[in-house]
């Protein structure tokens, strides 16, 4: 097996791109991957500053490392979630990664600072763990980069995650989210602007650019996935993947390519209606944006939570 580049010794093979390579160019290949995605869709420009949202897994500790290397001024982001030992040693992975590079990790924590954690604010709300969460996130990413002055929150989905997501979309013909995935969605009225530059990497190069790069990552999944939808869908794609490599890459960019314009009106919709929440000033439909609602309902002393 030798590198398609200097016909070294070579120590990964890439099926969809049909070609192996040394660990010099392989990590090359994955920095070009990225400021592509980045000119390509324009998601950053010289100068921005970027605060990355950061788990303590394999993505978004490649994404951030990526980022500097190609430049970027760039933050991390890392949420507590208050899930038992994972959360305790997800952050331990972050908070390393950031301190052996001196770099700044910006730190919120769900329990202490709102008053839940996920799993027992997910039953008091009655909602699934992962929807709790998700919604979680995206408001305190919000927050957070507002609050810091930050141009762009930067998150660490890649190649298997969108392709996944959008197998979901497809299958059950999500107008208004098909509408809205894109790898950039640009800042308004009080958003920042988001950005994927990991879509061009699929799940594998991460962690094999991670182990190269020396970067000790959570290999755990969060104990809330199972049963959650994505890992099914992202079996079925691996599946198709192993006999046509390539074909979640044609899957994706085709449809950023030639589909996604045509579903930007069905997303376009809900933007119209967005008003500031009554509560906390974020740009919501309602009233009341869905994570203050989450949190009036959720947030209990997290020990009288786990004793319901
Ligand atoms: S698996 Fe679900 S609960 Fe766990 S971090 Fe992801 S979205 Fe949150
Ligand atoms: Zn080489
Ligand atoms: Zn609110």
């Known amino acids: ?21 040394c660990a010099e160019h392989f990590l090359r290949l994955c920095r070009d991957q990225v400021a592509k995605a980045i000119k390509d869709f324009s998601m950053l420009a010289p100068g921005e500053r970027a605060l990355v949202a950061v788990s ?3 993505d978004s500790l490649a994404v951030w490392d990526i980022l500097l290397e190609l430049g970027y001024q760039a933050d991390g982001l890392y949420l507590g979630l208050g899930i038992g030992d994972y959360s305790d040693s997800s952050g331990a992975f972050a908070r390393a990664f950031a301190t052996e590079r001196g770099l700044t990790l910006v730190e919120v924590d769900l329990p202490t600072d709102h008053g839940f954690d996920i799993p027992t604010g997910a039953r008091a709300a009655r909602r699934a763990p992962c929807s709790a969460c998700g919604l979680s996130k995206r408001h305190l990413f919000d927050d957070a980069a507002r609050q810091g002055g930050y141009d762009v929150v930067v998150t660490g989905h890649n190649l298997d995650d969108e392709a996944a997501v959008l ?26 602007r988001k950005v994927k530059p990991l879509v061009r990497l699929g799940e594998r190069e991460t962690a094999a650019y991670c182990v190269l790069r020396g970067i000790d990552y959570i290999v755990e999944e969060c104990p809330m996935a199972a049963g959650n939808k994505h890992l099914g ?3 079925a794609l691996n599946a198709i993947e ?6 979640k890459h044609d ?17 376009g919709a809900e933007r119209e209606a967005l008003g500031p929440c009554a509560t906390c000033g974020a740009p919501t439909t309602g009233e009341v944006c869905a ?18």
């Not at 999500?174 to 920042?192: E, I, K, N, S, T």
């Not at 192993?242 to 074909?247: F, M």
């Not at 994570?291 to 319901?308: D, I, K, M, N, Y």
């Open 167 to 192: 197998f979901g979309n497809v299958l059950h013909w999500q107008a208004d989210y098909l509408g809205r995935q894109l790898p950039v969605l640009p800042a308004r009225d009080g958003f920042p």
């Open 56 to 58: 303590g897994g394999k």
């Open 291 to 308: 994570f203050c609602r989450l949190v009036e309902r959720a947030a209990v002393p997290v020990e009288l939570g786990r004793r319901r």
């Open 1 to 21: 097996m030798k590198c398609r580049v200097c016909k070294g010794p070579a120590v990964i093979d890439v099926r969809r791109h049909n070609a192996n390579f």
């Open 233 to 235: 869908y992202k079996e």
């Open 242 to 247: 192993a006999t046509s490599p390539g074909t």
């Open 251 to 267: 899957f994706y960019f085709g449809f950023l390519d030639r589909a996604s314009h045509r579903f930007a009106d069905d997303a």
